[in-house]
C-alpha cells in the first residue's frame, strides 16, 4: 500500500505584520494548496496547529478557512484533512465545523484531548487514513498542542514525563489497530528540543517548567511526525521523519529568508520512502534595511533605502513591506518624517521602524527601544520584573502566567 500525504502547519489566519492585513497573501496561499492537492494526488492533508492567529480569529479568516474546507470537499472528493489545534487556536472554536464533515469521514479535528474518570479520551485521537483505493493505509496519533488540563494532575510537577506518557497511549492505541503493512504516525504542535525558533514570532510554549519536549518521546516505528509551531521548516534531532512543515508565510522580518512551504510526504507500506519540501507562493516580499540583523546610522540608511527600485505599475498591495533599523546617537523627533519621505516613490511600504540609541551617557548607553507591539507578553512580564526586582524572572511563576495568558485565550470571545 502507498499514501501520500502533505504535511503543513502555522497558517495563522487572520495574522498582521505591523498593522498590515495579510488575508491577501493568505488567500493566494490557500488557492496555491488546493491545487497542489489536486496535481499530486494527495490522499491525506495533516494541518498540524494553528490554523488561526488567536483565538478569536476575524470574520474574514473564518470565511477563508470555511471557504478552503468547502473548495477542497467539491474538487478533490476523497481527500481526507486531519486538523490538531495549536496553542494561538481556539479548540471549541476550531472544532465547531468537525461533526458535519466528520461524518462525510472527510474532516476530523482534534482541538484538545478531553479526560474521562481521570483518563485521557483517546478514541478521538486515533484516525485511520485511506489510500487511493479507499483501503486503510495508516494509523495516526493525531495530538494536538497540549495543556496542562489535557495531561491530568500532577502534570505540572513533571510536564516532559506527562507528554511522554500521553504519546506513548496515544501511539499504542493507534498501534493496537493497525493491521501488518500499516504504517503508524503522529501529529504535535510543540517545541521539540533541537528545534530553532524565530524568537519575534512564535510564543514558547511553557507547560510546568518546562519550555521543550526531547525527540524521543515519539517512538521509533513511527513511519512520520507531523509537527507545528516552530515557523523554520527543519527536521528535529537528525530524524528526517520527524519534522516540522514551517510557517506558510513569513510572520516576522526575522523570518524572511525562510522557505516557506509544504513537506510532501509517501509511504511505502509502514515506511517512509520519501518526503520533500514543496514551496510556497511569496506575493508580498519583506525588505529590511540594511539587509543584516544590526541597526546602520541614519546617513547609511538613508542611502539604502534611496537605492530602491522605483515604484511599479503593480497593486498596493502586493508592494514589498519594508523594516527600517536605525542606530542614533542621540533622539531624533523629525525621523518618522524623514524615513517617509526618503520611501516616497520607492517600491516598498514603510510598515516598521526600529531604533537603538547608543551614547557616552548612561541613561543612552547600549538602549534598544522598541514598540510595544514588537514585544510578546512574556518578554514584558520578563522586563517589568528584572526591573523591579533586578533578578530574573522565577521559572514557577512563568509557568504560572503562561497557565494565566493561556485561560485568557481559550476564553476570549
Known amino acids: ?118 483518563a485521557p479520551d483517546l478514541d478521538p485521537l486515533v484516525i485511520p487514513l485511506e489510500d487511493a483505493t479507499g483501503a486503510t493505509a495508516a494509523w495516526i496519533a493525531a495530538v494536538p498542542f497540549l495543556r496542562l488540563a489535557d495531561l491530568g494532575p ?21 498501534r493496537a489497530r493497525r493491521r501488518p503493512g500499516q504504517a503508524l504516525l503522529a501529529t504535535g504542535h510543540l517545541y521539540a528540543v533541537g528545534g530553532t525558533v524565530s524568537e519575534l514570532s512564535e510564543r514558547k510554549l511553557v507547560i510546568g517548567k518546562e519550555a ?23 527536521p528535529v534531532g537528525g530524524r528526517e521523519a520527524v519534522r516540522y512543515a514551517g510557517s506558510v508565510l513569513p510572520l516576522s522580518f526575522d523570518e524572511r529568508a525562510y522557505a516557506h512551504g509544504v513537506v510532501l510526504v509517501e509511504l511505502e507500506g509502514d515506511a517512509l520512502s520519501a518526503c520533500r519540501t514543496l514551496p510556497a507562493p511569496r506575493p508580498v516580499p519583506l525588505t529590511s534595511v ?35 533599523k536605525v542606530r542614533l546617537d542621540r533622539p531624533e523627533p523629525s525621523l518618522r518624517a524623514r524615513l517617509e519621505a526618503a520611501t516616497d516613490g520607492k517600491e516598498a511600504r514603510l510598515v516598521r521602524i526600529a531604533t537603538a540609541l547608543t551614547g557616552t551617557g548612561r541613561a543612552l548607553a547600549d538602549v534598544e527601544t522598541r514598540a510595544l507591539a514588537d514585544l510578546d507578553p512574556e518578554e514584558v512580564l520578563r522586563r517589568k520584573w528584572e526591573r523591579e526586582h533586578q533578578d530574573p524572572l522565577p521559572d514557577a511563576l512563568l509557568a504560572l502566567f503562561h497557565e494565566l495568558l493561556d485561560q485568557v485565550r481559550r476564553e476570549a470571545p
Open 1 to 118: 500500500m502507498s499514501l501520500r500525504l502533505l504535511h503543513t502547519a502555522d497558517w495563522h489566519l487572520g495574522h498582521t505584520l505591523h498593522g498590515v492585513e495579510r488575508g491577501p497573501e493568505h488567500a493566494i496561499f490557500l488557492a496555491w494548496l488546493l491545487e497542489t492537492l489536486a496535481r499530486e494526488r494527495v490522499d491525506v492533508l495533516l494541518v498540524a496547529g494553528d490554523v488561526f492567529d488567536g483565538a478569536n480569529p476575524p470574520t474574514s479568516a473564518l470565511e477563508q478557512w470555511y471557504r478552503f474546507l468547502a473548495e477542497a470537499w467539491r474538487t478533490i472528493p476523497r481527500l481526507k484533512i486531519v486538523v490538531v489545534a495549536g496553542n494561538h487556536d481556539s479548540p471549541a472554536r476550531l472544532e465547531v465545523a468537525d461533526p458535519l464533515l466528520r461524518a462525510l469521514g472527510r474532516l476530523h479535528v482534534v482541538g484538545a484531548v478531553r479526560r474521562e474518570g481521570g
Open 154 to 174: 500532577g502534570a505540572a510537577e513533571d510536564p516532559v514525563a506527562a507528554v511522554r506518557a500521553l504519546y506513548a497511549a496515544a501511539v499504542e492505541r493507534a
Open 212 to 234: 521543550a519536549i526531547p525527540a524521543d518521546v515519539f517512538p521509533d516505528d513511527l513511519a512520520y511526525v507531523a509537527l507545528g509551531h516552530l515557523h523554520l521548516a527543519q
Open 290 to 324: 540594511p539587509a543584516g540583523r544590526e541597526p546602520a546610522p541614519l546617513d547609511e540608511v538613508l542611502a539604502a533605502i534611496a537605492a530602491l527600485p522605483a515604484r511599479g505599475d503593480g497593486p498596493d498591495e502586493a508592494r514589498p513591506l519594508l523594516e527600517v
